[in-house]
């Protein structure tokens, strides 16, 4: 996948969000290069490859390939040990299984920086399952999802939302739900007459299917705000 620079290099601290519409664009990345393309009205943030790394600049925010994954480095402290050469003992999360291992690189080890791309795809529906999505610029181009690498969050997005896939050798290895999102109350049961102890609740049904706890005073056809990581009722929209 290629894409035409137009934008500029940018430097800030630490990933977090990836992808935003220019017209409203917030970004927070890595202490590595990025470049912004602008394809259409959507901007790609790309994490271009430096190069290789000494032992002792995979420091902490650092996303580097290791055992042929990618890894973001949680931990890294450079250190020597009597009349031996110093060692830097990093911990590293495995960007695709999650997994946290902790290895020591020596003086020796030359470290390759992870290059990761992300971009907008678009959440179409599920069936049986199975999660379709296509790209966001061209709705032809249909693909599933592993469900592991979308989470429980996954049943709060409405079809035809778009969402942040980050890639690794052009291959999706995890997807950027939005933290909070409204929904429409598709189901509301009445409240019991009588029941007013604090803090009660029912269950409501959402415009996406997915039923959770909310304060009995809510209505059908209401908007509600739901946590996507929790899967709990936040407020009212």
């Known amino acids: 996948m290629s894409f035409t620079n137009s934008g500029e290099d940018v430097r800030k601290n630490e990933i977090r969000t990836y992808l935003s519409h220019r017209t409203n664009a917030v970004c927070e990345i890595s202490s590595f290069r990025l470049q912004c393309l602008h394809i259409g009205p959507w901007a790609f943030f790309v994490y271009r490859n430096m190069g290789i790394l000494q032992y002792n600049e995979a420091s902490v925010g ?3 390939v290791h055992n042929g994954a990618p890894h973001e480095v949680l931990e890294s402290r450079v ?8 060692v830097n003992a990093t911990k590293l999360r495995n960007l695709i299984t ?23 795809i678009t959440y179409l529906y599920t069936h049986k399952n199975q999660y379709w999505f296509c790209e966001a610029n061209d709705p032809s181009k249909r693909f599933q999802l592993d469900p592991k690498l979308l989470g429980s969050g996954i049943q709060f997005i409405k079809t035809n939302s778009l969402v942040d896939a980050m890639l690794f050798e052009e291959k999706i290895i995890a997807v950027k739900l939005p933290i909070k999102v409204d929904l429409k109350v598709q189901e509301a049961p009445p409240a019991v007459k ?29 908007t509600v705000r739901v946590n996507t990581q929790t899967g709990q009722y936040v407020e009212r929209a």
């Open 62 to 64: 650092r996303f580097i």
């Open 79 to 86: 250190f020597r040990m009597q009349q031996r050469k110093p």
């Open 98 to 120: 999650g997994n946290i291992v902790q290895h020591s690189f020596q003086v020796s080890d030359k470290v390759d920086e992870a290059k990761l791309e992300v971009k907008p």
């Open 194 to 222: 009588g029941n007013t102890a604090q803090g009660a609740t029912k269950q409501i049904t959402l415009e996406t299917g997915t039923i959770i706890n909310a304060p009995l005073f809510i209505k059908e056809g209401e």
